[in-house]
């Protein structure tokens, strides 16, 4: 591990909202003991209506009965079930399912997960507060930074084992910063970033 090999004190971890989920952000703030700065990605949510009391609603605006929780690996969901079917006292007002869901056609009526762990972990990440989105913000710089060494052949480097390739890496940070000094001393400081413009034989 990168932590342990080079002595890195790693205290955040930024990534684009692509890598948000329970489990990375559990990984960060448990076994790396640092703050994740990820966007959350709204695709990964889903618009589940809950009642005042947490329970979720179902399909026919019914508030369904809690059923306990239920540990898979290392995901704890809360179960919520059809109250038509589970509750005596409901199903005298509401004999039927309006929307005549298939599951209750069958008799065993619908269910509903709700994953604790997720929101449990993102309790403890101030998202939209300044220090997080400035440092989420250095994400950027890293980009510009990686793209440009795109350009130097670290996408497949014709080098191979560890020393060779940390050499290529080493070497092609020097060649961009050397680009940038360069442009910035004659005057061009409009192709800083032009790696390309500096070396068109790559």
């Keep these: 591990m990168a932590k342990d090999r080079f002595d890195f004190n790693i205290c955040a971890v930024i990534a684009d909202a692509g890598l948000d989920s329970a489990k990375v952000l559990s990984f960060i703030i448990k076994d790396l003991k640092a703050k994740p700065y990820i966007a959350r990605n709204p695709r990964r949510e889903k618009d589940h209506k809950v009642s005042s009391t947490g329970n979720r609603i179902c399909l026919a605006g019914f508030e369904m009965l809690y059923w306990g929780k239920y540990k898979e690996g290392n995901r704890t969901r809360v179960k919520f079930v059809c109250p038509i079917i589970h509750s005596k006292k409901f199903r005298k007002d509401h004999p039927f399912c309006p929307w005549m869901h298939p599951q209750f056609v069958k008799g065993t009526g619908c269910f509903a997960y709700t994953q604790v762990l997720s929101e449990d972990i993102r309790k403890q990440i101030a998202y939209g507060t300044p220090k997080f989105k400035k440092v989420y913000n250095l994400r950027s710089g890293c980009e510009r ?26 070497i092609a940070h020097i060649t961009i910063l050397l680009i940038a000094l360069t442009a910035a001393r004659t005057g061009n400081k409009d192709k800083i970033r032009f790696v390309k413009s500096f070396l068109p034989n790559i």
């Design 145 to 170: 930074i990686f793209s440009r060494l795109l350009d130097l052949c670290m996408q497949n480097p014709s080098t191979r084992g560890l020393r060779a390739v940390s050499n290529h890496c080493t």
